[in-house]
């Protein structure tokens, strides 16, 4: 069976199920504790990062963005990335952007600061960390607004990986409760859309021991 | 006519023009002082980075990796990206590692530190993160020859996107004088066959104000 390597927490393993979700393509989901940098697992990913895909037949796919480019490849029947040139420029400037973009100015230093910095026994969160992590998210939450008001969705007409980069980062700070929605409702009223789809339904049960999410995380009416 | 908006030591640009160099697309180089916030620019790359390619028929494509996709998409006569899915997903992941993995790593502390910090006014050099930069690129070097020994090149039997963003982010630390060839001959040889192709002479006749490159930047036979 085609394997998922994962953590619940982390947003590119989240875009990836959430891609797979979108082209109902089954899968197997594995927890992988990557800090015990397991050899079998280093052989196929020598970052040693989560997500790894493995197909059937042996192949074993590293990086969030290369098993996204193979999914659209491999089973194109519901594309992601769209059809015409402009539309798949779009789509993955802006999927690079929530990526790396957003992940280096909020998701990293608002994750990493307030929860893992403690899990992993690594001293104190860093205070200025954390508050540059929510002065940076405001204008993230501006921007994505503004594109959640002037498009369907994200990156055009359709759904697309950037709707589902962008999700997968949002859903892991609202996890942790860091996102108020009040603030821009046209963002809210896309968030809600993605969280209506059946391929999110399985991030919403996730569940990380010692760290409870607020009670509106699941709630598809928050 | 094409062009690329870029700056000379921008491991993103280099890595596109690389591209573009191997796909003999003929383009329009123009350095873009992306510290200005160029309206006209900030238009077409919110994110306000380079490079940015812009077509005849007004295309604006942001993003060094939606770049590289686009030109294997719309030029396929040359493909950087690799035929078989696997190929495909060898190529992407190591790309994304020199991108992202040794970008973060070794490139944006040292240019970063050594030189960006006291260009842009500020304050001094962080030993420590220098001296981290320096010791990544350790490990980074001896996985660099690992591949350069076991295939043709470092993603397979082609010269890929892979070579391009590897030598595109030691292009940059060779012309600020932080590469020592000799620690990894095989990494060494590997460098010099990119070197020595033709896509690459435009980066060696590159200059900085200010930065001077060591002797050995533009020698095919260093």
Redesign the interface.
């Known amino acids: 069976m085609r394997i998922l390597y994962h953590l619940p927490l982390s947003p590119y393993s989240r875009k990836v199920r959430l891609a797979l979700g979108e082209k109902r393509i089954p899968f197997d989901l594995r927890s992988e504790r990557i800090w015990e940098r397991r050899e079998a697992y280093l052989a196929m ?3 040693c990062t989560v997500p790894v895909l493995t197909e059937d037949n042996g ?1 074993a ?3 969030s ?2 098993i996204c ?2 999914l659209d ?2 089973y194109p029947e519901v594309t992601l990335i769209g059809r015409t ?2 539309e ?2 779009e789509v ?2 802006l999927a ?2 929530f990526d ?2 957003f992940s280096t100015e909020v998701t990293r230093l608002l994750v990493y600061e307030r929860h893992l910095k403690s899990l992993m026994g690594r001293g104190n969160p860093d205070a200025a960390a954390i508050r540059a992590g929510y002065q940076n998210l405001k204008p993230h939450m501006e ?1 994505l607004g503004w594109l959640a008001e002037s498009r369907a969705w994200l990156a055009g007409p359709n759904l697309s990986l950037a709707d589902l980069a962008a999700a997968a980062q949002l859903s892991v700070l609202d996890y942790i409760g860091d996102v108020d929605w009040s603030v821009n409702e046209a963002a809210r009223e896309w968030y809600a859309r993605v969280k209506s789809r059946p391929a999110f339904r399985p991030l919403l049960t996730d569940r990380v021991s010692g760290l409870t999410p607020p009670p509106h995380y699941a709630d598809l009416d928050f």
Chains 1, 2 share one sequence.
């Open positions: 990913n020598p970052a192949l796919i590293a990086d963005a290369a480019e193979y490849e491999a040139l402009a798949r420029a993955r400037r690079c952007w790396g973009k921007y």
